[in-house]
């Protein structure tokens, strides 16, 4: 059984930072991928960050909105991956999901946010002026 638990939300002001990060159980990152997606109050759930394991062309995979501010990582060792998010702006204030990919899926093999295979609970970035 799959388990993906994020960690390390928070409030933060305009311009701060904040690392959150996702544990898995049940699965191997090393063989897949992982990312995050974001979803704020009346908004559709988007992909923010992924990385993969998988397809090298696409190894890491970011929506334009945080390019430059947020950086994946991952710790194969630990199945764990991170997302470091800096200069933090009012529009980020939103529930932070992972996601992690079966390999064959457009997740791990492509550019796409798409066909998410198991998802976290959720962790709360709240980011205020």
């Known amino acids: 059984q799959v388990q993906l638990v994020e960690s390390g939300g928070g409030s933060v002001q305009t311009g701060g930072s904040l690392r959150i990060s996702c544990a898995a159980s049940g699965y191997t990152l090393s063989r897949g991928c992982m990312g995050w997606f974001r979803q704020a109050p009346g908004k559709e759930r988007e992909g923010v960050a992924k990385?993969?394991?998988?397809?090298?062309?696409?190894?890491?995979q970011y929506a334009d909105s945080v390019k430059g501010r947020f950086t994946i990582s991952q710790d194969n060792a630990k199945n764990t991956v991170y997302l470091q998010m800096n200069s933090l702006k009012l529009e980020d204030t939103a529930m932070y999901y992972c996601?992690?990919?079966?390999?064959?899926?457009?997740?791990?093999?492509?550019?796409?946010?798409?066909?998410?295979?198991?998802w976290g609970q959720g962790t709360q970035v709240t980011v205020s002026s």
């Open positions: 996601a992690a990919g079966v390999s064959f899926t457009p997740l791990c093999r492509s550019s796409s946010f798409a066909e998410v295979s198991y």
């Open positions: 990385i993969s394991n998988v397809d090298s062309v696409g190894r890491i």
